[in-house]
T-cell receptor
């Protein structure tokens, strides 16, 4: 039973364009959502997060959107850069349980 | 300060051997987590400590898996009688209690291969 789903295993975009990574969840108890970036042979690195009381959070080139009614969130990267090429994981948590539940990841490749 | 460190980075074990994986969290981080990441999948929660107390071990897949954090800092994940399905990357993460955020800081992981 996958509670957090990333249905696109891979995504390729041109440098300078927008990258949109999607994530769906099923557990209505989740109230905090995070995006992590992972390079090979390294641990996941925190990128950006959003609380369920918000619908948008922005940090530089990265914006996360949350649609609670659809149980959907997305990460927008504008403009995309070759250094953004990595695997991106969506994760969710609920206040009562600190553990993160991860999706299976989307591999982003930004073409120069 | 330094980030989360894990050792060894790579471990090859013969089926049936016991292994011990170490995690040094960020100094001052009260909460510590262990995750297992199989190839092509996202990390899956194993267990959680607050200081030396193991508050959640619901993700441990079998009684062959055991974790401890006796002094509330360094943690060890032990796997007894390793099986091939234990082959994965084991990730440790820590978080500053009371920070009001949920962002966990991950170590580089230990890649365990059971032959």
């Amino acid at each position: 039973d996958q509670q957090v789903k990333q249905n696109s295993p891979s995504l390729s975009v041109q440098e300078g364009r927008i990258s949109i990574l999607n994530c769906d969840y099923t557990n209505s108890m989740f109230d905090y959502f995070l995006w992590y970036k992972k390079y090979p042979a390294e641990g996941p690195t925190f990128l950006i997060s959003i609380s369920s009381i918000k619908d948008k959070n922005e940090d530089g080139r990265f914006t996360v959107f949350l649609n609670k009614s659809a149980k959907h969130l997305s990460l927008h990267i504008v403009p995309s850069q070759p250094g953004d090429s990595a695997v991106y994981f969506c994760a969710a948590s609920d206040t009562g349980r600190r553990a993160l539940t991860f999706g299976s990841g989307t591999r982003l490749q930004v073409q120069p | 300060g330094a980030g989360v460190s894990q050792s060894p980075r790579y471990k090859v074990a013969k089926r049936g051997q016991d292994v011990a994986l170490r995690c040094d969290p960020i100094s001052g981080h009260v909460s510590l987590f262990w995750y297992q990441q199989a190839l092509g999948q996202g990390p899956e929660f194993l267990t959680y400590f607050q200081n030396e107390a193991q508050l959640d071990k619901s993700g441990l897949p079998s009684d062959r898996f055991f974790a401890e954090r006796p002094e509330g800092s360094v943690s060890t994940l032990k796997i007894q009688r390793t099986q091939q399905e234990d082959s994965a990357v084991y990730l440790c993460a820590s978080i500053l209690q009371g920070s009001g955020t949920y962002e966990q800081y991950f170590g580089p992981g230990t890649r365990l291969t059971v032959t």
